[in-house]
């Protein structure tokens, strides 16, 4: 018997060794975090799996606007340099591409529902991958909608969302609501559109061209298409048109959350006032596309984007490599990863993501799911932004007051991109 003991206490040491062995020889894992506010949830998150694995995870968290420095500084420590680290836009990419793994036949890139939010290189190769994002479209009242006759389900296109809002907007004084709210102008509100919904047009075109860059100029290929849209705002809603400049962002948010029109084109950063500040029932709440009238677009998912992209140091050893892959892995199926990563991050794009309290993220993760295409944010390439965005408005205020036509708002979209990009290029 004690001869038995013996050699199950050499063989418990011997295993013991093994594994302390297996993890050295399997690398280690240290990622350069991006968000300071996910610091703590990043540094609970590598002790589970270290405690788990005997994976040594360290994570670094850069100070609040100083990441690319501190990348560039941690880059040059050789050996100890990052295995982990984010890459933001396609700058980024054109940055770091000697230190980005190409991540195409990764067990990581298997799991993700959408390859939208990834960033390529010259080569075409994945080096980034984008594990988290942010939605815009138009955010729905589902019980006013119902009550005016209709579900979100008859809204698939823009001849649909048309029909439901021009017989809404019609029926306004009996049903006691409007169609959209009010389409401001002001500072506080006309980046929706100069911005948010100039990338409608922008999208289609950028895809249609296999625009990878800010390019010197733009077509407006689908301008008619963006002015779809705007007409169906500025008509169908209680506002008057002439007078959108003095119309502010938190009007807008306040004549929705007030239930005093069905439809409030804005993000997934809304779910919480319109929650928490006007008492509203997550049940009623829904976010549909922005349909414009393009082909097509019934296929479409939400306006989304992201700058939270990992990439993997090409340049760590092959254990580090190894090691960083099997973390990431093991983050976005394990039950410990995706519930912290619903909690910090809202929604992301793969198949085990966890349901989050935002109603938004979660109609967007389901469009995903049902392979509808990301309308990616095409606006991120617009060339001094504020001078572009600007000349949009301007426009705007007058064609909607009726003092110019269409061409108005056409000039400034085509010729004004080519005086933004001339004036910072």
């Given at each position: 018997?004690?001869?038995?003991?013996?050699?199950?206490?050499?063989?418990?040491?011997?295993?013991?060794?093994?594994?302390?062995?297996?993890?050295?020889?399997?690398?280690?894992?240290?990622?350069?975090?991006?968000?300071?506010?996910?610091?703590?949830?990043?540094?609970?998150?590598?002790?589970?799996?270290?405690?788990?694995?005997?994976?040594?995870?360290?994570?670094?968290?850069?100070?609040?606007?100083?990441?690319?420095?501190?990348?560039?500084?941690?880059?040059?420590?050789?050996?100890?340099?990052?295995?982990?680290?984010?890459?933001?836009?396609?700058?980024?990419?054109?940055?770091?591409?000697?230190?980005?793994?190409?991540?195409?036949?990764?067990?990581?890139?298997?799991?993700?529902?959408?390859?939208?939010?990834?960033?390529?290189?010259?080569?075409?190769?994945?080096?980034?991958?984008?594990?988290?994002?942010?939605?815009?479209?138009?955010?729905?009242?589902?019980?006013?909608?119902?009550?005016?006759?209709?579900?979100?389900?008859?809204?698939?296109?823009?001849?649909?969302?048309?029909?439901?809002?021009d017989d809404i907007h019609a029926r306004a004084a009996e049903l006691g609501f409007d169609a959209f709210t009010s389409a401001g102008l002001d500072g506080s509100s006309s980046w929706r559109f100069s911005g948010h919904l100039t990338n409608m047009p922008l999208f289609y075109e950028f895809r249609?061209?296999?625009?990878?860059?800010?390019?010197?100029?733009?077509?407006?290929?689908?301008?008619?298409?963006?002015?779809?849209?705007?007409?169906?705002?500025?008509?169908?809603?209680?506002?008057?048109?002439?007078?959108?400049?003095?119309?502010?962002?938190?009007?807008?948010e306040a004549e929705f959350g007030e239930g005093k029109a069905v439809f409030f084109q804005n993000g997934t950063w809304e779910f919480s006032s319109l929650v928490n500040n006007f008492g509203m029932n997550p049940d009623d709440l829904a976010m549909l596309p922005i349909y414009c009238g393009v082909?097509?677009?019934?296929?479409?998912?939400?306006?989304?984007?992201?700058?939270?992209?990992?990439?993997?140091?090409?340049?760590?050893?092959?254990?580090?490599?190894?090691?960083?892959?099997?973390?990431?892995?093991?983050?976005?199926?394990?039950?410990?990863?995706?519930?912290?990563?619903?909690?910090?991050?809202?929604?992301?794009?793969?198949?085990?993501?966890?349901?989050?309290?935002?109603?938004?993220?979660?109609?967007?993760?389901?469009?995903?799911?049902?392979?509808?295409?990301?309308?990616?944010?095409?606006?991120?390439?617009?060339?001094?932004?504020?001078?572009?965005?600007?000349?949009?408005?301007?426009?705007?205020?007058?064609?909607?007051?009726?003092?110019?036509?269409?061409?108005?708002?056409?000039?400034?979209?085509?010729?004004?991109?080519?005086?933004?990009?001339?004036?910072?290029?």
């Amino acid at each position: 018997m004690k001869k038995l003991f013996v050699l199950a206490m050499a063989l418990c040491m011997a295993l013991s060794m093994l594994a302390v062995t297996a993890s050295a020889e399997g690398g280690k894992v240290y990622y350069l975090n991006f968000k300071p506010e996910a610091d703590a949830a990043w540094q609970d998150l590598a002790a589970k799996y270290q405690a788990a694995t005997g994976v040594e995870v360290k994570v670094l968290t850069a100070a609040s606007g100083s990441y690319s420095t501190t990348l560039t500084s941690e880059m040059d420590k050789g050996a100890a340099a990052p295995t982990l680290f984010q890459i933001g836009n396609a700058e980024g990419v054109a940055t770091w591409n000697d230190y980005a793994l190409a991540l195409d036949d990764t067990d990581l890139i298997k799991e993700m529902t959408t390859a939208d939010f990834n960033l390529k290189n010259a080569d075409g190769a994945t080096v980034a991958v984008g594990y988290c994002y942010e939605a815009y479209g138009i955010i729905t009242n589902k019980a006013l909608l119902e009550k005016a006759g209709y579900t979100v389900a008859d809204i698939k296109d823009f001849a649909s969302l048309k029909a439901v809002a021009d017989d809404i907007h019609a029926r306004a004084a009996e049903l006691g609501f409007d169609a959209f709210t009010s389409a401001g102008l002001d500072g506080s509100s006309s980046w929706r559109f100069s911005g948010h919904l100039t990338n409608m047009p922008l999208f289609y075109e950028f895809r249609d061209d296999g625009i990878t860059e800010t390019p010197a100029t733009v077509k407006g290929s689908y301008l008619d298409a963006y002015k779809n849209i705007w007409d169906l705002y500025v008509t169908d809603s209680a506002a008057d048109a002439k007078k959108l400049s003095g119309y502010t962002g938190d009007q807008a948010e306040a004549e929705f959350g007030e239930g005093k029109a069905v439809f409030f084109q804005n993000g997934t950063w809304e779910f919480s006032s319109l929650v928490n500040n006007f008492g509203m029932n997550p049940d009623d709440l829904a976010m549909l596309p922005i349909y414009c009238g393009v082909d097509g677009e019934e296929n479409a998912a939400l306006c989304a984007g992201t700058e939270n992209c990992w990439a993997v140091n090409a340049k760590a050893s092959e254990e580090d490599i190894k090691a960083t892959l099997d973390f990431l892995y093991w983050v976005v199926t394990s039950d410990e990863g995706t519930e912290m990563m619903a909690k910090e991050f809202g929604p992301i794009p793969f198949k085990a993501a966890k349901a989050s309290d935002n109603v938004f993220f979660n109609d967007s993760t389901a469009l995903l799911n049902e392979g509808k295409y990301v309308v990616t944010w095409a606006f991120n390439y617009t060339p001094d932004v504020d001078n572009w965005r600007a000349g949009i408005v301007s426009a705007l205020e007058q064609y909607s007051a009726g003092e110019a036509d269409w061409g108005e708002v056409e000039y400034a979209f085509v010729n004004g991109w080519a005086a933004a990009y001339e004036a910072t290029h």
